[in-house]
């Protein structure tokens, strides 16, 4: 079992290399020594058709693990019909982009609560992922294309570490999305140590089983965080905030893991997804 390590989005050396498309980042990032890549729709959908073909069939010339990041404005929690309406078409728009793009994975952000109970917000999001789930049905679509919803880092914002968790076992073919920085940063610096990674692994296996543990999706960075949770992004370098790689490669390790492990470190993310991978190794050697 091996775990894939890749960047979020195009790091600014791959810019200052004098690229300029995302159809060349697969070759890029082989050539870096990393196998995945996360193409970011966060503001929206902006590729075209041909475009977004080239970057698959580059994808698969180099091996490269493929996923896309939805539109941060998907808000499944709201109680307003239309945008829950919008939201459903954001979420198939991104689903059409992943055929054409063959990604297998999409990361959704859950949404927020707004100005109505938690509780209500939640159920709207269960209702809304159950409407998702028959659009994938209806489309050809369920266990091709994995919808992947995100642990969030913000205390106004759907997504709890519990909350994904109820919300993946509507179905098996649902993996979370474990974004560590998140957790770290809505737990105001909750992963300090080995034992506290351990405890989020083992509440994943124990509410999803050991196949979703093992093939997780990860999104990892150091980030700051106020009293109401995540602030802002940073680089493996800025060491005055968490949290730690190395106390989770270990675990990864000692379970035989193949996670997805996407960098979303500010600027530098193939760069520091390169650094995780070389970690995660350091502890495969150890073992060997």
């Not at 809505?186 to 979703?212: C, M, P, Q, T, W």
């Amino acid at each position: 079992m091996t775990a894939k390590f890749g960047p979020s989005g195009n790091s600014k050396s791959f810019y200052d290399e004098g690229y300029k498309s995302s159809v060349d980042m697969p070759k890029w990032l082989k050539e870096k020594g990393l196998d995945a890549y996360e193409y970011s729709c966060g503001r929206g959908i902006n590729i075209g058709d041909e475009t977004a073909k080239k970057i698959g069939e580059a994808a698969k010339k180099y091996n490269i693990d493929l996923s896309i990041h939805s539109p941060y404005y998907i808000n499944f929690g709201s109680e307003k019909q239309e945008m829950q309406q919008k939201s459903q078409k954001y979420l198939i728009d991104t689903l059409n982009l992943a055929v054409k793009m063959q990604a297998d994975r999409i990361v959704v952000h859950p949404g927020s609560c707004g100005k109505i109970p938690r509780t209500v917000a939640f159920n709207n999001l269960i209702d809304a992922f159950k409407e998702a789930l028959n659009n994938l049905k209806n489309m050809g679509l369920y266990g091709k294309i994995t919808i992947c919803p995100e642990t969030m880092g913000k205390s106004n914002q759907l997504g709890t570490l519990d909350e994904i968790l109820e919300l993946c076992k509507l179905d098996e073919t649902i993996i979370p999305t474990i974004d560590f920085g998140h957790i770290h940063a809505l737990g105001r610096g909750a992963l300090n140590s080995r034992e506290d990674f351990k405890v989020i692994l083992d509440r994943i296996e124990n509410a999803l089983g050991n196949y979703r543990l093992k093939n997780l999706h990860c999104h990892f960075s150091r980030i700051e965080f106020t009293e109401a949770g995540e602030k802002k992004h940073w680089t493996f370098s800025d060491t005055d905030y968490g949290p730690e790689f190395f106390h989770l490669a270990e675990l990864l390790v000692e379970r035989d893991m193949s996670p997805r492990i996407i960098c979303e470190s500010r600027e530098n993310m193939a760069e520091d997804a390169l650094e995780m991978k070389k970690i995660y190794q350091e502890y495969i050697s150890k073992t060997n």
